[in-house]
């Protein structure tokens, strides 16, 4: 995976800026309490604050569901979305806006995402000017952050945490893309299935229904990109006329599925703690 610096240029920012529209109405006085799910986003934020603040680093107990019996809300709840707005909370702002700032860090960090996803995609086609790549990118970034369902996500239905695991797919999408791709450098492998798989967790700690709609999806890239990857390297054989490269390409391909079986398992391993 590209370092972060690698990943802002002028259109990245003129991406974010052009999403301030999209979350505009998170700079409205109050909160848009008449959302579907308004009322639970907040009130969770204060049962997870209280967790914590009774030192519970891990909350799973809310105190006072149940009319004050309490409930394991995060024993079944995915609480990584929480986590971000505790946050913000500790940081000062208070539960209403530390909702609200969540809500922005869905929108940007999704947006951002899915920019570099793109920019990876159709930047390296062979023959595709670099021009290319980064207009389908700006393009692309755009058509998420303001994709209808998108929107009514966080304005109609409020439902933080799979607002905030939308946020994690291009992520997720980039991680193994490059961990298929990760091959002769060892340290670079490595740091592929440690990112791949840190990406994984985070969007199982965030939303769990969200997995079973992704995972499709992540399966079928996979598959695709893993074809793609022995279609080139059979081709690239065929072209040496080398009987040499051979196993080489067997061993290559095999290594890429190995790399992904891995980060999968360590994405587990990860999110086992919720």
Not at 27 to 55: M, N, T
Not at 167 to 186: I, N, Y
Not at 188 to 194: E, K, N, T, W, Y
Request: proline fraction near 4%; charged fraction near 15%.
């Amino acid at each position: 995976m590209f370092r972060i610096r690698q990943h802002f240029d002028r259109n990245l920012i003129l991406l974010l800026v052009l999403s301030l529209f999209a979350l505009a109405p998170l700079l409205s006085p109050g909160y848009f309490f008449d959302a579907h799910d308004a009322d639970h986003s907040v009130f969770f934020l204060v049962e997870f604050d209280q967790a914590i603040r009774d030192g519970i680093l891990w909350p799973r107990w809310s105190p006072d569901h149940a009319m004050g019996y309490g409930y394991p809300v995060w024993v079944v709840y995915a609480p990584l979305a929480y986590f971000v707005a505790e946050g913000f909370h500790l940081l000062g702002l208070g539960f209403t806006a530390a909702i609200k700032a969540t809500w922005a860090v869905g929108f940007l960090f999704g947006g951002w995402g899915m920019f570099v996803l793109l920019r990876r995609w159709f930047g390296r086609s062979a023959g595709a000017p670099r021009a290319l790549g980064t207009a389908v990118a700006l393009v692309g970034g755009l058509v998420y952050v303001y994709a209808p369902y998108h929107l009514l996500t966080i304005y109609v239905r409020a439902a933080l945490a799979e607002f905030v695991a939308m946020a994690w797919f291009p992520w997720v999408l980039l991680a193994f893309s490059d961990l298929v791709d990760s091959t002769g450098d060892r340290n670079r492998s490595l740091r592929s299935v440690a990112l791949a798989a840190l990406a994984l967790a985070c969007l199982v700690m965030t939303h769990t229904g969200m997995i079973l709609v992704f995972t499709p999806l992540l399966a079928a890239y996979l598959g695709f990109a893993l074809i793609r990857r022995g279609y080139r390297l059979a081709t690239s054989v065929r072209r040496e006329q080398s009987a040499a490269s051979g196993p080489f390409w067997w061993r290559d391909l095999g290594g890429a599925i190995l790399r992904l079986v891995a980060a999968g398992a360590l994405a587990g391993g990860l999110a086992a703690i919720f």
